[in-house]
């Protein structure tokens, strides 16, 4: 089996547990999680489960523990950014899932355990006139995605639209902060925490415009 941990990494001085733990722990020491993935055999694995729980229901925050986690394995970086993506569509589609198939017995219970029933009904309307750019922007927004994977499997929404919607929003969130770290090394969780409502605003706004101009081409 291949050995994706750093060069010099003889052994794991700070052993991964299981995704759930690393995930409960992200939330305190996420410097810590994301030094335990650089240094794991199981890096990889590990960080897609946690985008795959993140994409469910669990409030992981992904980004300060994927950037770290990147920075110090710059050699798979845009193989890091690919795993989450992957880990983040298969969450969806199982969001979606229950919004498809169960949401009268296990979705609306969900919406209302998360107090998420204003924002379903606004991204309900809000979908009903945007559909795939719905998707789209509150992927890049800070509304729960979780609402949009509810939504479209409730209206039943194309499940094709959904994943490529799904694969643009998050490719742009994952891609982007591979491509942060690319260019600006340990520079880039600085950059993040200084920038993070700058960045969330102008990517909200290029998607505002391309609403526009697609109702307007239609």
Request: hydrophobic share 55%.
């Amino acid at each position: 089996m291949q050995d994706d941990r750093p060069s010099g990494a003889t052994a794991e001085t700070e052993p991964c547990a299981d995704p759930w733990t690393e995930a409960r722990e992200a939330h305190r020491h996420p410097r810590a999680v994301a030094r335990r993935l650089a240094h794991s055999r199981k890096g990889l694995w590990l960080i897609g489960v946690m985008s795959f729980l993140e994409s469910i229901i669990v409030p992981i925050p992904l980004e300060v523990v994927l950037i770290p986690y990147m920075m110090a394995r710059r050699d798979i970086l845009w193989r890091i950014a690919a795993v989450v993506l992957l880990g983040c569509v298969i969450g969806a589609l199982v969001g979606y899932g229950v919004g498809y198939f169960v949401f009268d017995t296990l979705g609306i219970r969900l919406v209302e355990w998360a107090g998420w029933q204003e924002q379903f009904d606004s991204t309900k309307t809000w979908f009903e006139a945007n559909g795939f750019w719905a998707v789209v922007a509150i992927g890049v927004t800070p509304v729960p995605f979780q609402v949009a994977m509810l939504a479209a499997g409730v209206m039943k929404y194309p499940v094709y639209l959904f994943v490529a919607a799904t694969l643009i929003a998050r490719g742009i969130r994952y891609f982007g902060l591979a491509l942060l770290v690319h260019l600006f090394g340990d520079r880039a969780m600085d950059l993040w925490n200084r920038h993070k409502k700058r960045t969330v605003a102008a990517i909200t706004g290029v998607v505002a415009v391309a609403i526009v101009l697609n109702v307007w081409v239609l």
